[in-house]
């Protein structure tokens, strides 16, 4: 038996070949009933001992379909796992005992509508193995639960700020603060990292408020501090849930409240069609506690003194081109009219780009170019302004590109989004479409430890300098140093440095889906 005390109850979890794990323990009451679309509070005491021995409901979101090369990475796919009781957390630790260990938040992505910290491929036994650290796993509200501002169009009857889900993340490291040396971990050496609308939460942390304080480094992985939304915009999806549900913004409170989450969750894609945008639930800039695009929050000095990691991969938008309904088939004259929604000069971009990766000898064909654009709009361009903006401030970032290329469709995806989460977690052979899609075998054996050791080493001292990145160094404009983890890992200066620079020249919606 593994029985920790926390201040809500003592917890029972499993010991496996030395390693602890605890799943499914409760860090904040029911966001149920009343306490739909408020901001989260402690979870009652309980006594006896809760068995922490299984994964916890998951927040209500659509069921996950036609997720092509990631079919296998997700649990939605039974309806009996969601639940609006779903503020849970997981821990893995080496040891209960007074060691101070370095402690890693992961916070799942999914683009702020789905996803779940507990699901095999965030397993956190063998990062917390490897470097002796203490990994915890989280969920948060997710979509119209959790990223609907509602104050705005309710006059404040409901003042849901649209940041719940964010909030949700906040507590979760009040836990950590407040429990996590029970369980062998250091409190004042919290890192945070996600992935995606996990890293995108990461960035968003970064200049949050209510998050200040609660966490010492931070490792935002495919998504930076550009993506929120106005309060004018968070106002527009809230109005197209409700229509969509058949509620006017006039209604009782109690009529919203008896709201199906099942219907919610059907509303939100119905907004998402009608306002035609991929992401419609993101963080909210409500001018109190998130007050401006956390890009602008960071180049203010909301997160001095905390180290960044930050990163993509070199391919991340072929992964959605190969989902049913994202597939593109475009000729030069679709090319331009599908960039010319979100950037202002498109013909500059492609030529640009057309130029760079001819020069290298690689494909420059429509749907080549356009995935390779939207992969730097969305994700690279994000990241590299992150640690150019903490470069200027004289702060602490460090930069890497995932260059691994996935197997799976014959190569066909390159190096693509969440293709860096196998090698962080040591999951990438959990299961049979794992290893299809991360790779598998004793190159990728090499590269998860590498991986894990970057991540471990920054996570101790804010550092990710290893034996085989010796010559990583803290991000600057005159050397723009990045590490490169791919076959070889290795250091380069100013990686697709053209691609880069063009993006100085346009005006574009950076980090927008």
Sequence with gaps: MAIVETQNGRVNGAEINGLHAFMGIPFAAPPVGERRWAAPVDPESWGGVLE?????????????????????????????????????????????????????????????????GGTPMYDGTSLAQRGDAVVVTINYRLGALGFLNLNEVTGGRIPATGNEGLLDQVHALKWVRDNIERFGGDPGRVTIFGESAGGMSVGALLAFDPAQGLYHRAIPQSGACSTAQSTSQAAQVAEAVLDSVGISTNAGVDEFLALDPEKLVEAGQAASAKLGGAMVFQPCVDGSQLSDLPINGVANGSADGIPVMVGATRDEWRLFTSMEGFEVNLDDAMLEGALGMRIDEPA??????????????????????????????????????????????????????????????????????????????????????SGEFFGQGSDADTLAEQVQDAWLAFASDGNPRTDALSDWQAYSQDTRSTALFGQPVEVASDPFGPEREIWNEVEAQVGAL
């Design 52 to 116: 922490a021995d299984n994964w916890s409901g998951q927040s209500w979101q659509p069921i996950m379909e036609g997720m092509g090369p990631l079919d296998f990475a997700f649990n939605a796919g039974a309806a009996s796992n969601r639940n609006e009781d779903c503020l849970y957390l997981n821990v893995w630790t080496p040891g209960l005992d007074d060691r101070k260990r370095p402690v890693l938040v992961w916070i799942h992505g999914g683009g702020f509508s789905g996803g779940t």
């Design 348 to 433: 500059k971009v492609i030529a640009a780009y057309k130029e760079a990766r001819s020069a290298r000898g690689q494909d420059a064909a429509p749907n080549d170019l356009f995935a390779a654009i939207e992969t730097d709009r969305i994700f690279r361009i994000p990241a590299i302004r992150l640690a150019e903006t903490l470069a200027e401030r004289g702060q602490s970032a460090y930069q890497y590109l995932f260059t691994w290329d996935s197997p799976w469709g014959d190569g066909s995806l390159g190096s693509p989004h969440a293709i860096d989460i196998g090698f962080v977690f040591g999951t990438h052979e959990f299961s049979e479409g």
